[in-house]
């Protein structure tokens, strides 16, 4: 069963507006842990993420720049969730 959700529903969900590429987006921060590959064995850390409609930015956006709260960082990486959002893992510049 498809999901039904209209953009004022994503907007609501969405409350924290960035700068990605001089472009206003709204998403969610996050500076959670997570876990990184390293060899055979994982490395656990802790790194800033964006989540935002895929719509809002390029299919692969490493090396693209997103401002928030006054800090720029370096797109390292897109990870899309097949439902049309895409957390973007973000590296401090």
Do not use: K, W
Not at 74 to 89: K, N, Q, S, Y
């Amino acid at each position: 069963m498809a999901l039904d959700e209209s953009y004022g529903d994503r907007q609501s969900f969405f409350d924290q507006e960035a700068l990605y590429d001089g472009q206003s987006i709204l998403g969610n921060f996050s500076n959670e842990t997570r876990e990184a590959p390293f060899g055979a064995v994982g490395v656990v850390g802790r790194g800033p993420s964006f989540l935002c409609e895929a719509s809002d930015v390029d299919p692969d956006p490493a090396g693209h720049t997103l401002v928030f709260d006054d800090t720029t960082y370096t797109v390292i990486r897109g990870e899309p969730d097949g439902t049309g959002m895409t957390r973007l893992i973000l590296e401090a510049v």
